[in-house]
């Protein structure tokens, strides 16, 4: 039998946990009924009032033909090149943090532990420190301004980050699998695709999740690197908010806003539970 106390407690901490998930909920709630409600609501309304006569009218403005700055195309291009610059970063940084990190716990070198210390240390630093270097080193390579440019700074800026969950996970893999297979003649890279890489499917959906993430709502590097044809939607939304007229329409705004969010929310919403499983396989462990 259930003591009385201890059912009050359960009470308590799911009313507890509740009130925390309508607090943090709420933020996505006026923007998803903003969006649905026509200006004539918003002004006569209130801010957390359902719509009255839901319209995805908004929505279809933000993706076409809202006006972000000088153009009036709407979101549209800004997240075709979103799309086209996250699937390879996402798929190349990803590849090669695995790789480091199946290097510098299965193949350990002279040196490995600085180069890996030196990778670590990528982690930590500022974004604002590698703009003017890499801004130089796009030149140099004549990729300025574009889409290729944006793919090779979100790669380099995610190699440590992908480096450090691999490595962790790595190092407590058995090493016994690793060190028979070379006995029956298997090489570096059979190893790999055969063994270590059917081992991390939890560690491999963490860093993807986590590198989807961070790339697609980057917005430093997309307005500092990216042309004007190659700008991300993060920068196309900023600018979408920020392009005066004569009446601010709130609910196009919030439109635009979601439609941008949409791809990070599909993608924990499908897999968040696989992204907490990874986590707890030892994607943080020291």
């Known amino acids: 039998m259930i003591k009385p106390a201890f059912h009050f407690q359960r009470i308590v901490l799911l009313g507890a ?3 925390f998930a309508a607090f943090f909920l709420m933020p ?3 923007m998803v009924a903003t969006s649905l409600k ?4 918003i002004r006569d309304g209130t801010l957390l009032a359902l719509p009255a006569a839901p319209s995805f009218a908004a929505w279809a403005q933000a993706w076409s033909s809202a006006c972000t700055g000088t153009d009036c195309g709407g979101l549209r291009p800004f997240f075709v090149n979103s799309v086209l610059m ?6 190349v940084s990803t590849a090669l943090g695995a790789l480091n990190g199946y290097v510098l716990t299965q193949w350990r070198f002279r040196g490995s532990e600085l180069l890996f210390a030196l990778l670590l240390f990528g982690v930590f630093m500022p974004m604002q420190v590698v703009l003017l270097p890499m801004s130089q080193v796009l030149g140099w390579l004549g990729i300025a301004n574009s889409i290729w440019g944006l793919i090779l700074v979100h790669v380099l800026a995610g190699l440590p980050s992908t480096t450090l969950f691999f490595r962790n996970y790595y190092v407590g893999l058995p090493n016994e699998l690793v060190k028979a297979a070379p006995l029956d003649g298997a090489s570096f890279w059979q190893i790999f695709r055969r063994i ?3 081992l991390s499917t939890p560690i491999l959906v963490v860093t993807l999740i986590w590198q989807f993430t961070a790339i697609w709502n980057d917005f430093l590097y997309g307005v500092v690197f990216a042309g004007g044809d190659s700008r991300p939607v993060t920068v196309g939304l ?3 908010a920020n392009t005066s007229s004569a009446v601010k329409e ?3 705004d919030m439109a635009a806003a979601m439609i941008a969010a949409l791809p990070t929310l599909l993608i924990y919403i499908v897999a968040g539970k696989y992204f907490v499983r990874g986590l707890t396989a030892g994607a943080v462990k020291a």
């Open 250 to 252: 709130y609910n196009v």
């Open 196 to 198: 270590v890489l059917p």
């Open 38 to 41: 026509g200006m004539d609501e």
């Open 17 to 19: 946990l509740l009130l």
């Open 238 to 240: 900023n600018n979408l």
């Open 28 to 30: 996505l709630y006026v």
């Open 86 to 91: 996250v699937v390879p970063a996402v798929a």
